[in-house]
């Protein structure tokens, strides 16, 4: 049974959530792209500036970075711009709070951005990689920022090899050990809350399914309904993500603190 939230209801559904936040064992959130749309980073999939100028396809596959390492890098320096001056937005915080409240045990995030560390969240899965890092495609290194001369592109490895960041590209797979930590996470966990991610870009997509298969309740907070609207969340927030997490918050803070 889905839960549609129609603003005069969300107060009731927020206190019924956060019930659910405050007796669950263990609860994981899921996010994706729609997290940090407030924080000035476009989404991957609409249409805005950025992916208006650069089809993803191009700059974000494997085959096109070793094709041409060079024109690729210019165009991920603008978005590394548009990521560093991003900073973390109330939907971040509010996870990172729950976390603190000992009522999150981890985020599973498909972002690049650091956001969610930026906010004070420990636990992060960084399902697709880190934009903050960088690794050398000839020796496998996982090389700093310091270490490599931006000012000449495609930067170089000391190895001399050249260097992406340690992002996953359209066409490499999920890092093993992340992919491993998820699944595990979304199987075990009593509760799941989808944030800003429509959930279709497999393997992350499996784990919503995953989590309700093993008994969890799906939280969904999306500002469109998903795929996931109808059969598999069993609450659903068509609200921004900054708007519902901060009041999801406090209420479990409020439910937490009415225990002692
Ligand atoms: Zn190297």
Same mark, same amino acid.
């Given at each position: ?17 956060? =019930? ?76 990172? =709070? ?45 090389? =700093? ?10 930067? =170089? ?104």
């Amino acid at each position: 049974m889905v839960y549609s939230m129609n603003a005069p209801q969300t107060q009731s559904q927020i206190e019924a959530v956060a =019930r659910l936040l405050a007796q669950a064992g263990q609860v994981v959130a899921l996010t994706g792209a729609g997290i940090s749309v407030e924080s000035g980073i476009p989404a991957f999939r609409g249409s805005q500036g950025l992916w208006e100028k650069y089809d993803p396809m191009e700059f974000a596959s494997i085959e096109a970075f070793i094709a041409d390492p060079q024109r690729v890098w210019g165009m991920l320096l603008e978005l590394d711009h548009l990521v560093r001056s991003a900073r973390p937005n109330p939907a971040h915080e509010a996870l990172a =709070r729950l976390e603190r409240a000992g009522r999150l045990s981890g985020v599973v995030t498909q972002n690049i951005d650091g956001l969610h560390q930026a906010a004070g969240s420990r636990f992060v899965v960084e399902f697709h990689g880190s934009g903050r890092r960088l690794v050398c495609l000839s020796c496998g290194r996982q090389v =700093r920022r310091g270490e490599v001369l931006m000012e000449v592109l495609p930067p =170089r490895c000391p190895c001399g090899g050249v260097v992406k960041p340690d992002v996953v590209f359209f066409g490499e797979p999920i890092p093993e050990r992340e992919a491993m930590t998820a699944f595990a996470m979304a199987s075990s966990c009593q509760v799941m809350l989808v944030v800003g991610t429509s959930a279709v870009v497999a393997p992350a997509s499996h784990l919503p399914v995953l989590a309700k298969q093993a008994g969890a309740k799906v939280v969904e907070i999306n500002l469109e309904p998903t795929g996931l609207s109808r059969h598999v969340s069993d609450y659903v927030f068509h609200e921004s993500a900054s708007a519902v997490l901060p009041r999801l918050a406090q209420a479990v803070e409020d439910l937490l603190g009415g225990q002692d």
